[in-house]
């Protein structure tokens, strides 16, 4: 069943980084566009927080421009989404999503990941 994971969540304290891979199985990755999203309690999902395109091209929410950096290694079937400097606002559970291109519409998407938990705080 294809299917994409999220790995690399965690508690980091403000300032700090963490690195997300999104890895797919069973779907070949170099087809699709990936996006990653978000959902912090008490709120709406917000995303695509970015978007990494079938050719390596970076689309950025203005949310996340120049603190966060997503990149892709087709080979590994993963995407990852580096985020520095980190702040309690970008607490939230991470979700990538595949769809068949670029877009920054939700629905677009077709494979969803179970999302990995990610807690700023001191």
């Known amino acids: 069943q294809a299917q994409v994971v999220e790995f690399g969540g965690g508690l980091v304290q403000p300032g700090g980084s963490l690195r997300l891979s999104c890895v797919a199985s069973?779907?070949?990755?170099?087809?699709?566009?990936v996006g990653w999203f978000r959902h912090a309690p008490g709120k709406e999902r917000e995303g695509p927080l970015s978007?990494?395109?079938?050719?390596?091209?970076?689309y950025y929410a203005d949310s996340v421009k120049g603190r966060f950096t997503i990149s892709r290694d087709d080979a590994k079937r993963t995407v990852y989404l580096q985020m520095d400097d980190l702040k309690s606002s970008d607490t939230a559970v991470y979700y990538c999503?595949?769809?068949?291109?670029?877009?920054?519409?939700?629905?677009?998407?077709?494979?969803w990941g179970p999302g990995t938990q990610v807690t700023v705080s001191s």
């Open positions: 069973q779907l070949f990755l170099d087809y699709y566009a």
């Open positions: 999503a595949a769809a068949a291109d670029v877009t920054w519409v939700p629905r677009d998407y077709i494979y």
């Open positions: 978007i990494s395109s079938q050719d390596g091209t970076a």
